[in-house]
């Protein structure tokens, strides 16, 4: 082995320190000038899983001017969290924030605090109503949809074998139909049977897929609150809770024991958006039978999905706003798809072979790919979700869960509800 | 003549002066040794105390900051509201399932750790510790044992043909629960607290009185808990301080973390969480923080006034037969 004479190795030392030099020298200056172009360190915050990580080396590797930085989140409320506390103190954002759509509501009141991304680039690259939920009452779109969550019907098929139904999914999507109540009919038809299970998991998750139906269920679109004089939350309420008093397992969802009975035969459907397939295959772990049907009652529905956003704090907007527009079209969206199973909410994702193609193993190999994206094409309304959304469904939940434990009455659960919404004002 | 007047006058005064300095030295020295104690204190304590007053009087929003002032508007809403009372009981009720079987239980072991046991150390390490366990863990693993149909408790139950409890439905079930988690965490602490004070104790007053033919639970109760005096209030001061603020258990106790459909298990400090970073009304949230800081100064000088009465009954008594 050959080793440099001193000189020399002090030579290419100095050499190498002179262009270091001149390098960080070349980035502090176009630092400050913000100009394209220039090296720039974009930071980009997302939590859970949002299959980023290749894309992150490929992008740096398209553009050797960009240095990313990942901060990820474990949960979306720890994500939440932190958004709201740095966007209350005004510093300390990334140039990228991934949101959720369960509280883009709240975000929108501040929409002036995200920039706008519209621009004829990504103009009809999205569902229209995952874009029109990001756009605020100005038309600014202040984010970039990444995934979506629409909305099947899961099924035990080794049950409904049992209570003498039919247990191909295309005869099964059939007998469901595609209204709450043909869903509930077949659910009676289930329990007739004696098999003692109950038809479906939980009156709060099967809420949810109702309210997502309605377009102004608490909330004018000029943000009035008509949550309690709503006739149509009052009806949904009841048939709910009509429909859980024979069906229903009773159990919130996500707790303990909501867990525990994907082990225990505790129920025979759930609805379930595309994320939850793989919840139900974690929680059902060594249960054979799941199957998914392709439909949904009442027509389509969508549970959850993220954006990416670009908050006006970031020092390098336009670089920000770039490679958000990046992330989010149809190709990375199908990589995030295959690494992560984050489903696309991009029209383009959607037709493509390699979605369509996808199968499930443990959901008895059905094309989730395809099933999935009828369903996101069946979602036809945009329920309009104001600054307190949130707070009022949630309210809404407890609500129900009150019935549910036999708490209270329908009518005595309703009144505490009124309450309830009332002292949010 | 007159110079040595000077010099003594001079000398006179600088006596003086260092007799000064000495009166300042001893009477201001220990106020400034303790100072960084109160200096850290009006920086993290009263600064943030006074500001919440400050907050509590103005409509404020956790995003939007500080909006108007309307007095004391958040203070009457807070109170009109039925879960400001619910969660009020609700409080008080878990603080007196843990901290009354706590202290009790902890001064019971700790007595029996104070006598002659073979592997000391062993026993006092362990019933420290649960405490070393982190309370989110602590609520991770007691959910395992209250769980609603799927737990370890119910089942058992269930195997002698009790009804399952419905541990996080009824109101009652659900504070024994989270009062068992805050016990499970705490007791061990406590007691090391006891065992300390026990220990300082002169033995020669229990040679005394076994020699005059006292048992053991007499020496306890006549001897030991009225020496304890002192730490028996520090205890049961920190622990209302600590029960009337217990946070991690009830919020870990179910997924949704806000005390249950019905708040049946919603204490002072989740309602505060909840109207702060839920409802994002931090006036409001700023104003059941100052009524809960009340509320614990109010028992808290209740609690010391009644523990003094009572110890300081027992020690009267044993004054007068040391008298006689």
């Known amino acids: ?264 035969d ?25 199957d998914i049907a392709d439909t949904f009652p009442g027509g389509g529905g969508n549970w959850g999905g993220s954006y990416l956003t670009v908050p006006t704090q970031s020092k390098h907007q336009e670089e920000a706003q770039k490679l958000a527009a990046w992330l989010t079209a149809p190709e990375q969206q199908l990589s995030a798809f295959a690494s992560k199973g984050t489903f696309p909410s991009q029209i383009d994702a959607l037709a493509s072979d390699e979605l369509l193609g996808a199968t499930n193993e443990f959901f008895n190999n059905a094309p989730t790919g395809e099933i999935l994206a009828n369903r996101a094409a069946a979602v036809s309304v945009t329920p309009f979700k104001g600054a307190k959304y949130f707070a009022i469904n949630d309210a809404m939940q407890q609500a129900i869960t009150r019935v549910e434990d036999g708490l209270m009455s329908a009518d005595e659960s309703w009144a505490q509800f009124e309450t309830d919404v009332k002292s949010l004002g | 003549m007159t110079a040595a007047i000077d010099v003594d006058a001079r000398s006179l005064r600088r006596i003086a002066r260092n007799h000064r300095l000495n009166r300042w030295d001893v009477r201001f020295s220990p106020y400034l040794y303790i100072s960084p104690f109160f200096i850290l204190f009006a920086l993290v304590g009263l600064f943030p105390l006074l500001y919440t007053a400050w907050v509590s009087v103005h409509d404020w929003n956790l995003i939007g900051g500080q909006g108007d002032f309307v007095g004391i508007d958040n203070y009457v809403t807070v109170l009109s509201q039925p879960y400001f009372w619910t969660s009020l009981r609700n409080t008080f009720s878990i603080f007196l399932f843990s901290s009354v079987p706590q202290v009790l239980l902890a001064m019971g072991i700790a007595a029996f750790l104070d006598y002659n046991l073979r592997a000391k150390t062993l026993w006092r390490m362990g019933v420290l510790l649960p405490y070393v366990v982190a309370p989110v863990a602590v609520a991770l693993i007691f959910s395992n044992l209250f769980g609603d149909r799927f737990g370890l408790i119910n089942e058992l139950l269930g195997g002698i043909g009790i009804d399952a409890i419905r541990w996080h439905v009824d109101v009652i079930p659900s504070h024994l629960a989270i009062a068992t988690m805050v016990n499970f965490r705490w007791t061990g602490y406590t007691t090391l607290i006891f065992l300390a004070a026990m220990q300082a104790i002169p033995r020669d007053y229990y040679e005394a009185a076994i020699i005059d033919g006292a048992n053991r639970l007499r020496t306890f109760w006549s001897i030991t808990v009225p020496l304890l005096r002192p730490v028996i209030i520090f205890v049961i001061i920190t622990s209302t301080i600590g029960g009337l603020q217990i946070f991690d258990e009830p919020r870990m106790f179910d997924q949704a973390g806000q005390g249950g459909a019905n708040r049946q298990w919603q204490t002072l400090t989740l309602y505060i969480y909840e109207l702060g970073w839920g409802q994002r009304n931090f006036g409001r949230a700023s104003a059941v923080a100052w009524l809960l800081f009340l509320v614990i100064i109010v028992i808290a000088i209740l609690n010391f006034v009644i523990t003094r009465r009572i110890a300081g009954s027992t020690e009267r008594r044993i004054r007068t037969k040391g008298k006689r």
């Open chain 1, 266 to 290: 505790g129920f025979a459907t759930m609805l379930c958006p595309g994320w939850m397939l793989g919840v139900i295959s974690g929680n059902a772990d060594g249960v054979a039978g799941w």
């Open chain 1, 1 to 264: 082995m050959k080793r440099f004479p001193r000189t020399k190795m002090a030579a290419v030392v100095a050499g190498a320190a002179s262009i270091a030099l001149i390098t960080t020298g070349c980035s502090a200056g176009t630092d400050s000038g913000s100009s394209a172009g220039g090296d720039v360190t974009l930071t980009v915050a997302t939590f859970n899983e949002f299959g980023y990580d290749d894309l992150f080396a490929k992008y740096e590797e398209a553009n050797p001017n960009v240095t990313i930085k990942h901060k990820k989140a474990a949960t979306s409320n720890e994500a939440r969290d932190n958004l709201t506390t740095r966007l209350a103190a005004g510093s300390g954002l990334s140039d990228v924030e991934a949101i959720e759509v369960d509280w883009l509501p709240e975000l929108l009141q501040y929409s002036n605090q995200f920039i706008d991304l519209a621009s004829a680039d990504v103009d009809g690259r999205w569902l229209d109503w995952k874009e029109k939920a990001a756009t605020d009452a100005d038309g600014r779109l202040i984010g970039y949809g990444t995934d979506i969550g629409p909305e099947a019907v899961c099924y035990r098929s080794d049950l409904f074998e049992a209570a003498g139904l039919p247990t191909d999914r295309a005869e099964v999507a059939d007998m469901l139909g595609t209204s709450w109540d043909s869903y509930y009919a077949a659910g009676e038809k289930f329990a007739s049977a004696g098999t003692n299970v109950p038809w479906f998991d939980s009156a709060g998750a099967t809420w949810q897929g109702v309210v997502n139906q309605l377009e102004n269920a608490y909330e004018e679109n000029d943000g009035t609150v008509i949550a309690t004089e709503n006739p149509e939350v009052r009806e949904a309420y009841d048939d709910v809770l009509d429909a859980s008093s024979t069906l229903s397992a009773h159990l919130s969802q996500w707790s303990d024991d909501w867990t525990a009975s994907f082990q225990n």
